[in-house]
């Protein structure tokens, strides 16, 4: 099922609406009807549960989807040690694995390498996270250079929510639950324990990926904003049911557990869904949906304002992981800086641009490369666009800030860094060097400095 190069992708349908309980047939009669495991199910199908929280998690955050299946997922061989595995991914961090740095760290963007062909599992490596999959507290912060799709095989990651964020090639991605065509410019959460296989249509393709231990992504609460605005229910989209049962000798079945991967084989297609309902399930958004709320008449906003997603902690207010994005939009605070702050955060941002400039970097932050400003890491804009900021004479017009598209994974766990993101040849040492520049511009009145060294 693997597609050629720049293939024309199949017209999908989605189903519409994040946090819907859904029902989906692919043949229709093939959903049982008033109950979810009948002694026999239509069609001679398997009933199986997939559970994305405890049985027991209280009704309003509960999350779990009934699949009507061709064969049950147990029907594989057992699993052994992927090999070979990926060595670049990561989800215990800790002194062995990683590393603390409160260096300003930016990369460029990695060239997708041709040779030898990368698929996405392979293509992922860990840049940082924060705590462990085992214990289910934290999260990874990956990316992804990719030139082949999952051919014959397909990744269920045991460890935690995916969200990715494609920054080069659209993803063609095939789910328990059906497909989903993602492009540059949305992204897509995998939730838990599904089973998934990404074939890249536009061939070579990169991205980032934040993945989450022990919590789901949620709307933020509106607060003040009131019942509509920023990312709305609506526009997320989940698939619909598709399967195929043709005899597939030698399916891999590759599990991420712990961050280690394993693999079993099997003889047919993991995606062999008829039907399913429930509410644990993919989803995509596109990103241009996105309603942004900001000043109107003076100061520069904190950038939670422009959270799409949110994963809790138990901490009200605190996020293990906020997706946040930095939309075109209309600037037109008066007397006001108006890129971000200078600014030290107990939260740590990483961040990724998926294309045109950031409005804070002048020079260096490229698409498809990144920053990481740590728990109380100083950062801010560069000298280039303080001075350019400050000497600007139309500083109070409106101005639209377009063909940008720049995002945050913002953490209250502070991330340990690999040590191949620090060894990278894509890491810009010289980064530092984008704010020594900073002059000092302060100018007292002469007679305040002789009153004070009097
Ligand atoms: O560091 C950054 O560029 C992200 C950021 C953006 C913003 O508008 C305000 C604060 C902030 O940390
Ligand atoms: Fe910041």
Not at 60 to 68: D, F, Q
Not at 73 to 102: I, K
Not at 218 to 229: C, F, K, T, V, W
Not at 241 to 266: C, D, M, N, R
Request: hydrophobic letters at 35%; charged letters at 15%.
């Amino acid at each position: 099922m693997a597609m050629e190069e720049e293939q024309t992708p199949p017209e999908l349908r989605y189903l519409s609406g994040l946090g819907n309980t859904f029902t989906s047939e692919a043949v229709p009669g093939s959903l049982p009807v008033g109950q979810n495991n009948p002694l026999v199910c239509p069609l001679g199908l398997y009933a199986e549960q997939l559970s994305g929280t405890s049985f027991t998690t209280p009704r309003a955050r509960n999350l779990r989807t009934w699949l009507y299946r061709i064969k049950p997922s147990v029907t594989h061989e057992p699993f052994y040690p992927r090999n070979p595995t990926n060595e670049r991914l990561v989800g215990e961090f800790d002194r062995t694995t990683t590393v603390a740095t409160p260096t300003q760290l930016r990369w460029r963007p990695a060239d997708v390498p041709l040779h030898p062909g990368l698929d996405f599992i392979d293509g992922l490596y860990t840049v940082c996270g924060a705590g462990s999959s085992c214990l289910r507290h934290g999260y990874a912060i990956h990316m992804y250079a990719a030139n082949k799709p999952m051919d014959g095989c397909s990744l269920c990651n045991a460890d935690g929510d995916f969200l990715i964020v494609p920054q080069q090639g659209r993803l063609f991605i095939t789910t328990e639950c059906g497909r989903l065509l993602v492009s540059p410019g949305e992204i897509v959460v995998i939730p838990q324990g599904l089973r998934f296989a990404v074939d890249l249509p536009d061939g070579p393709s990169r991205g980032y990926v934040s993945e989450i231990f022990g919590a789901h992504f949620q709307l933020p609460d509106l607060g003040p904003i009131g019942a509509n605005g920023l990312a709305s229910p609506r526009d997320f989209l989940s698939p619909t049911a598709w399967f195929e049962q043709e005899h597939h000798p030698g399916y891999t079945i590759v599990h991420k557990y712990g961050g280690e991967l394993f693999s079993a084989t099997q003889d047919f297609s993991p995606f062999n869904v008829v039907a399913w309902h429930g509410n644990y399930v993919p989803y995509k958004y596109d990103l241009s949906k996105f309603c942004p709320f900001n000043t109107v008449l003076l100061d520069h906003g904190d950038p939670s304002v422009n959270t799409v997603l949110t994963a809790p902690t138990d901490k009200p207010g605190v996020a293990l992981l906020d997706f946040v994005i930095f939309p075109p939009r209309w600037l037109v605070a008066e007397n006001t800086f108006r890129p971000p702050y200078y600014h030290r955060n107990c939260m740590s941002e990483f961040m990724g641009l998926i294309y045109g400039m950031y409005e804070a970097k002048a020079d260096g932050f490229l698409p498809g490369g990144a920053s990481l400003h740590s728990c109380m890491t100083p950062h801010g804009p560069d000298t280039k666009t303080h001075e350019a900021t400050i000497s600007r004479a139309a500083a109070n017009e409106p101005s639209r800030l377009s063909g940008t598209l720049a995002f945050m994974f913002e953490s209250w766990l502070i991330p340990r860094v690999c040590p191949w993101a620090l060894d990278s040849p894509c890491r810009d040492l010289d980064y530092y060097q984008c704010w020594i520049g900073l002059k000092s511009h302060f100018s007292p009145p002469a007679a305040a400095v002789d009153d004070e060294n009097e």
